[in-house]
């Protein structure tokens, strides 16, 4: 009996200890569960304030813990709601190479969020004295590095908004009403004082006014014919008109007159000098603003007509309008091309030999009766070509606007003339016009962006608001990246620029993240000549592709990094650079309702390369300047390229002069300072 008992107080001893295991294990259990839970839901606290914060980056410092601090309390631990004592938000720097976060006093590229509950009760902790518990989680989320390529459009219409011709008016008519009635004389005005032309616009004056001749189409045919104005024995041998001259020999003479009796009066700023020196420059200035017009030989008399006189040369008759360019008569260009050299030759090298080897070379219909079309050998480039005006960007520009300005020498027409020409059109096939930066005579001045300062070429519109937009963007970017080292997570910055398919699109600024090398690049941008079709769109659309993709597809692009395209543009496609086949197969096995179809390649090009960068995970952003952004195309690009807003819409730019810098600036600096972060840590 004895063994029984004790045997039954062995067991109720062992089952009483088993109950105190098992409640201690339980208790144990229990805590850990907690700690457990606690952990788990401190960390989504946790990663939840800090890809917050890291989406928020573009703020100041105080916003950003602000922010991290308002997503983490939204969360709550084991039934109690995170309070702000409770988080801790630190900025610094990520280091992907090393996996490592440093934190600092400055905005870098990541941000740290620290969420630490220390009152948390425990069961079995009482047991062993300790009542509660500290749990802590941390995430760590960094702003994805970009490599953001700026796509520029630099066709012909880039410095459509100061041509005073046409453009001018047509602004300060179309903003007076929005209360900006200079807002074209504005813009003018600034690109007159680049160049150092006083107040715009200038004095006018007709071709041969001092000369007395009627101010009209035939103002030329007087000052050149055989009684004319230039034929008295007073008039220099460099200018003086005989009967024996061939039209080429008075068209140098005549032309020559004019660059150094009125050019060099009018326009004595003008580059290069008007002076003889600089003829064949400056016959394509005269060419470009001289009315053409054909003189024809006189009527015959009728039968009843008595006779007795005759015409006399004291008026050129009368002729018939002139027909479009494009038909104007020519003589053979070989022939033509001769005797106007010789004719320059004659002037300038031989003035003693001008008569005789007139003579010599004299063309059949001698002057003055049946002188055909001239001036002789006029080019065909003229003051109301050019697109000029450009009705599909200034729809209430009229086309008799550039037509009113013929035979007129002043500043007004000269600038017409460079503004045409472009960066890259030489009028004699020899010589840029002073506009370009290509030519040493191309007058600079300092402006300041921000408080920094830059030397920028002559301010045409819209060209100069986009250069100073892009700098002001890259600023942001440089602030955005200051507190991150040199390396791999800066953000980058390449410009591509594009106008024709001939000129190609260009890659005037690798990826970098020098941004001042950058910036001083964006101050070179200039429009081509505004000859042809100018705005490839697809090719800047295409090398900027190419550019992005990362060193092992050729390309400059760096691996698991965010990729935006930014195209800046004035106008719509009208050319591009892919077969009709190519395209036609890319939209027939990737069918988009964006697409236009029906023959609209110049179009469908670009939208094409839209969807194969957004394909490629590059975000596409079109944005639009001046009156002359197709908003359709542009919204078709935006939907496609993955950065359309909720109605389906591209970013709006603006077409006010008054306006459209600044409201470029305000675009790119959301985009720029638009990150996406992910978590690392």
Request: hydrophobic share 35%.
């Amino acid at each position: 009996m004895s063994q029984i008992r004790s045997r039954r107080g062995a067991t109720l001893a062992w089952t009483a200890l088993t109950l105190v295991l098992l409640c201690a294990m339980a208790a144990f259990s229990l805590d850990i569960g907690i700690m457990m839970l606690a952990k788990t839901e401190l960390q989504l606290a946790a990663d939840s304030g800090a890809l917050a914060a890291g989406n928020a980056m573009d703020n100041t410092a105080a916003d950003i813990q602000l922010i991290a601090s308002e997503f983490a309390t939204s969360h709550s631990v084991v039934g109690k709601q995170v309070t702000g004592s409770e988080v801790n938000v630190e900025l610094g720097n990520w280091n992907s190479e090393q996996r490592d976060f440093a934190a600092g006093n400055q905005i870098g590229n990541a941000v740290r969020v620290t969420v630490t509950r220390t009152n948390l009760p425990l069961f079995f902790g009482h047991m062993l004295g300790r009542a509660y518990a500290t749990i802590q989680a941390s995430a760590v989320a960094t702003a994805n590095p970009r490599d953001i390529a700026f796509v520029v459009d630099l066709s012909g219409s880039m410095n459509d908004d100061t041509e005073p011709v046409w453009a001018t008016q047509t602004i300060d008519s179309a903003y007076a009403s929005a209360g900006y009635p200079t807002a074209g004389t504005d813009l003018i005005q600034a690109l007159y004082q680049d160049f150092g032309y006083g107040t715009y616009p200038g004095q006018l004056e007709y071709v041969g006014q001092p000369l007395g001749v009627v101010a009209d189409e035939y103002a030329y045919a007087e000052m050149t014919k055989d009684d004319g104005p230039l034929s008295g024995f007073t008039v220099p041998d460099a200018y003086r008109i005989v009967s024996t001259d061939t039209e080429a020999t008075r068209k140098v003479k005549g032309y020559s007159w004019i660059i150094d009796n009125q050019i060099a009066r009018l326009m004595p700023n003008a580059l290069p000098a008007p002076t003889t020196a600089n003829y064949a420059y400056w016959e394509k200035y005269l060419d470009y603003i001289l009315i053409s017009v054909k003189i024809a030989p006189p009527e015959e008399p009728s039968s009843g007509d008595s006779g007795g006189g005759s015409s006399g040369g004291d008026s050129t008759p009368t002729g018939p309008s002139p027909p479009p360019i494009g038909q104007l008569p020519r003589p053979h260009r070989w022939s033509g091309a001769t005797e106007q050299a010789l004719a320059v030759w004659s002037m300038f090298a031989a003035p003693r030999l001008a008569s005789s080897s007139a003579l010599l070379w004299q063309t059949p219909g001698a002057p003055p009766t049946d002188r055909g079309w001239i001036p002789y050998w006029q080019d065909s480039d003229r003051i109301y070509k050019f697109n000029n005006p450009n009705n599909y960007t200034f729809p209430s520009a009229s086309w008799s606007l550039p037509h009113q300005y013929r035979n007129w020498i002043g500043y007004a027409t000269y600038v017409q003339f460079m503004l045409d020409h472009g960066r890259d059109l030489r009028p004699d096939n020899s010589n840029l016009t002073p506009l370009s930066i290509f030519n040493s005579s191309c007058p600079y001045h300092s402006e300041s962006v921000n408080g920094q300062s830059f030397l920028f070429p002559p301010r045409e519109q819209p060209a100069h608001a986009s250069r100073r937009a892009i700098i002001s963007a890259i600023q942001v970017a440089a602030t955005r990246n200051s507190g991150i080292p040199a390396g791999g997570a800066r953000d980058r910055v390449a410009i591509v620029t594009y106008d024709s398919v001939d000129n190609g699109a260009q890659l005037i600024q690798t990826l970098t993240d020098t941004y001042s090398t950058a910036m001083q690049m964006s101050t070179y941008l200039q429009s081509t000549g505004d000859k042809g079709r100018t705005t490839a769109t697809e090719a800047g659309l295409s090398l900027a592709s190419q550019h992005l993709k990362p060193a092992s597809e050729g390309g400059a692009g760096r691996e698991r990094t965010q990729k935006v395209v930014i195209l800046l543009t004035d106008g719509v496609p009208n050319d591009y650079i892919s077969s009709n086949t190519a395209i036609d197969s890319y939209f027939s096995s990737n069918p988009d309702s964006n697409m236009y179809g029906g023959g609209y390649y110049w179009y469908d090009a670009a939208l094409m390369q839209g969807a194969k960068l957004q394909s490629n995970k590059v975000d596409v952003y079109p944005v639009g300047i001046g009156l002359g952004a197709d908003y359709d195309f542009m919204d078709r690009l935006a939907r496609i390229g993955g950065t359309a807003d909720v109605n389906g819409q591209a970013t709006r730019g603006s077409g006010n002069p008054a306006e459209y810098e600044q409201r470029l600036i305000d675009i790119f600096e959301r985009i720029i300072k638009r990150p996406t972060a992910r978590l690392v840590k």
